[in-house]
């Protein structure tokens, strides 16, 4: 499988493959790895090929430089993972989340991640996270932070987090698209402190 970076969709589109194997998906990723700004999500056979640009990295990096001084400041014990890929062929899912966080403990998967919404397309990510019992899954579109939490019966979106306490969800979004990282970090520390 030949893939050249001008197949891919501008920022804004996601591509969308439909009666896909998971050995394919594993074929298809392999030949990707060298092609840098590609994002794939998986589920019951269908893929969602998403580019990633300035704007989704750079809410990202705030996003988590934001919540790991929060959680160092209030000595909440955590542990910063990344994006890794998750899920099991088992699970008929895979997602690759922009950063994630297990929260007191490290377990197989994180407690919560970060989802930075620059395109649309046609895969549930909450299903796939729910296969994998990831607890809050974070979505950032549009300046708009929405926050779903897991329930016995599935996602319940809330107000809030529930995995940190007191946590001060209207000056963390208010500092993600500030206008200079450096100083967003600064000043949210100064006022959580």
């Not at 893939?3 to 594993?26: G, M, S, Y």
């Not at 979505?139 to 940190?164: A, C, M, P, Q």
Request: charged share 25%; proline share 3%; no cysteine.
């Amino acid at each position: 499988m030949t893939t050249q970076l001008t197949q891919f969709p501008k920022p804004k589109q996601a591509r969308v493959i439909h009666d896909l194997t998971w050995q394919q998906l594993e074929e298809f990723d392999r030949s990707l790895e060298d092609v840098a700004g590609v994002k794939l999500v998986y589920l019951d056979g269908t893929l969602e090929i998403m580019t990633i640009g300035e704007e989704h990295e750079d809410a990202k990096a705030t996003m988590r430089v934001l919540l790991e001084n929060y959680l160092r400041v209030k000595g909440i014990r955590f542990y910063s993972r990344g994006g890794p890929t998750l899920g099991r062929k088992e699970q008929g899912a895979r997602n690759e989340p922009d950063e994630s966080f297990s929260i007191g403990t490290r377990g197989q998967y994180p407690d919560l991640v970060f989802e930075v919404t620059v395109t649309s397309g046609g895969v549930d990510r909450l299903e796939g996270y729910r296969r994998m019992s990831v607890t809050e899954v974070w979505f950032w579109e549009d300046g708009v932070l929405d926050i779903y939490h897991l329930r016995s019966n599935g996602y319940e979106k809330v107000s809030n987090t529930e995995l940190v306490q007191n946590f001060p969800i209207d000056l963390f979004t208010r500092y993600i698209t500030y206008h200079d990282q450096y100083d967003a970090v600064n000043e949210f520390l100064a006022a959580i402190q």
